[in-house]
Antibody
Framework: EVQLVESGGGLVQPGGSLRLSCAASGFTFNTYWMTWVRQAPGKGLEWVAN????????YYVDSVEGRFTISRDNAMNSLYLQMNSLRAEDTAVYFC??????????WGQGALVTVSS | QSVLTQPPSVSAAPGQKVTISCSGSSSNTGNNYVSWYQHFPGTAPKLLIY???KRPSGIPDRFSGSKSGTSATLGITGLQTGDEADYYCGTWDNSLSAYVFGGGTKLTVL
């Protein structure tokens, strides 16, 4: 059974940092692109970033470019999202998902990130 | 303002059919595969359709996808109250080098 479990969410002040993790199991992690998607309160889904299976390619939505960094550890079957210079508008539930451009196949339950003073 | 345009809401009676449209451009839907996702608030989204018309294992054939030009369509037949959810289309945008979602469509089964 495929499982994606996010962790690391929480409350952080504007300008602060947070690192999300996503533990993957039940599939061959190192053969899949991986993706972060977020949903702000009352809003729709927003793609945040993705990373190629070997980590050689990374793409970001413009609003997080230069502030967020996506990475992965294939030996640990884990995906990460380092979030710096956080803003109120980054408040959202963050989902990790397997897949890249052809479809996001499996999703985690999400981790809530709240940016507030 | 989403790159992909979906109707904010659709509704139909149980047992009926509904379609949800997703309109884009040549940089996204016109030249890339479209996927469709079902999302019940507070839960993990679920992939319903990938590569325009393929269903992942376990997705019933009541759900179908099609694409023509720069527009894609999700069809749901034999509507059930359990189908009430938000539905999103998504695809890669070559100009933005980013994955883009539609704004989402709330389905109400009356």
């Amino acid at each position: 059974e495929v499982q994606l479990v996010e962790s690391g969410g929480g409350l952080v002040q504007p300008g602060g940092s947070l690192r999300l993790s996503c533990a993957a199991s039940g599939f061959t992690f190192n053969t899949y692109w991986m993706t972060w998607v977020r949903q702000a309160p009352g809003k729709g889904l927003e793609w945040v970033a993705n990373i190629k299976n070997d980590g050689s390619e990374k793409y970001y939505v413009d609003s997080v470019e230069g502030r967020f960094t996506i990475s992965r550890d294939n030996a640990m079957n884990s995906l990460y999202l380092q979030m710096n210079s956080l803003r109120a508008e980054d408040t959202a539930v963050y989902f990790c998902a397997s897949g890249g451009t052809y479809g996001l196949l499996d999703w985690g339950q999400g981790a809530l990130v709240t940016v507030s003073s | 303002q989403s790159v992909l345009t979906q109707p904010p809401s659709v509704s139909a009676a149980p047992g009926q059919k509904v379609t949800i449209s997703c309109s884009g451009s040549s940089s996204n839907t016109g030249n890339n595969y479209v996927s469709w996702y079902q999302h019940f608030p507070g839960t993990a989204p679920k992939l319903l359709i990938y590569e325009n018309r393929k269903r992942p294992s376990g997705i019933p054939d009541r759900f179908s996808g099609s694409k023509s030009g720069t527009s894609a369509t999700l069809g749901i037949t034999g509507l059930q109250t359990g189908d009430e959810a938000d539905y999103y289309c998504g695809t890669w945008d070559n100009s933005l080098s980013a994955y883009v979602f539609g704004g989402g469509t709330k389905l109400t089964v009356l």
